[in-house]
């Protein structure tokens, strides 16, 4: 007896922007259980234009708000209007997926998710970055035990800001943004959905500049006045022990950054930028090799190559990848959104998981101001991992 069917869940896009892009391109041809039926946007001409790229239709927002036939809106506008299109979408009765950050304050996150309990509707929001297949990959090595018990976690985001390619930087300076709020959803999101919730966070933040000078066009030469914190060095403890460094700053020329490290009790393990959805795993037991004689190591004496006892140094070693989604997969978020919203599972990049973040980083930016530790009154479950394939 064959299975019913299940029709694609209707999706329109709010937000005709750069990354709505990648977001039509993977929803459009990629995902079987979404059916992108229109864009709207503020600029008609970019709806139209989007529109007219991936042949679906161009709508004014308040057209595709009242849109009975669209069951789920993706809202891609800039994160100070996340709350209000978020809002007027579950309204309407529409699940929503919000870019990063949820939206700009705890209480609208919380006010957002509540309205959507009401009203019986999914709230969903991105980074989907962890569900790529290296932070899968490095989701079952934790869960299989591949470094004992979570202990430790180093994580980094370095760079020196976007004046100089992004053509109007200026919000990145603004309350609101900054690196935490810009790149912390990434760290923040793949650190909870291998780790679990947050427990309380300590920091210190500063500016490094005053002032930017754009360097990009259109708007070479404008000068940025800072209004919020460009580097932010916070610790992190979760619910489950472990404690996390986190360090994010626009500040720094140049690093060895975007790295991701957890130490566990019995093992270590290296993960890739978290804005990506590939790149190396690496995993160092060093159990393993204190297993292996290696009499005949180059650089030994004599004396050295005579002891029976003597063992291999550990070492860091890549691990094959057990997951798919290695490309740009953004919009895989959407689809698992759309797949709790069929047969109504929880999601994983759910709201629940996007407000606790949000919590996180705003905690982040008080405990400096308050010179003080911050508990997080936020929880939330560890979302499930991916199948692996």
Known sequence: MNPTPVSPVTVGIVGAGFISDIYLANLTTRFDNVRVV???????????????????????????????????VVNLTVPAAHADVAMRAVAAGK??????????TREQGQALLALARDNGVFVGGAPDTFLGGALQTARKLIDDGAVGRPIAVNAIMYTHGHESWHPDPGFYYQPGAGPMFDMGPYYVTALVSLLGPIVRVVSSTGVGFAERIISS????????HVNTPTHIAATLDFANGAIATLTTSFDVYDTVHSRLTIHGAEGSLQLPDPNTFGG???LLQPAAFLSRRDPLSVGRTPDDRADPNRVAAPRWEDV?????????????GVADLARAIR???????????????????????ESSDQNRHIAIASTVDRPDGMPAS
């Open 217 to 224: 066009e259109p708007k070479f030469g404008e000068t940025i």
């Open 38 to 72: 229109a864009v709207a946007d503020l600029s008609v001409e970019r709806a139209e234009a989007r529109a007219a790229k991936y042949g679906i239709a161009a709508m004014t927002v308040d057209d595709l708000f009242a849109d009975l036939g669209i069951e789920l």
């Open 343 to 365: 047969d109504g599972s929880p999601a994983r990049a759910s709201g629940e998981l996007a407000c606790h973040v949000l919590d996180v980083m705003h905690a982040t930016l």
């Open 280 to 282: 190396t795993v690496s």
């Open 95 to 104: 699940s929503v997926y919000n870019e990063k950050p949820l939206t700009a």
């Open 320 to 332: 094959p990848l057990t997951h798919g989604y290695t490309d740009n997969s953004r919009g895989i």
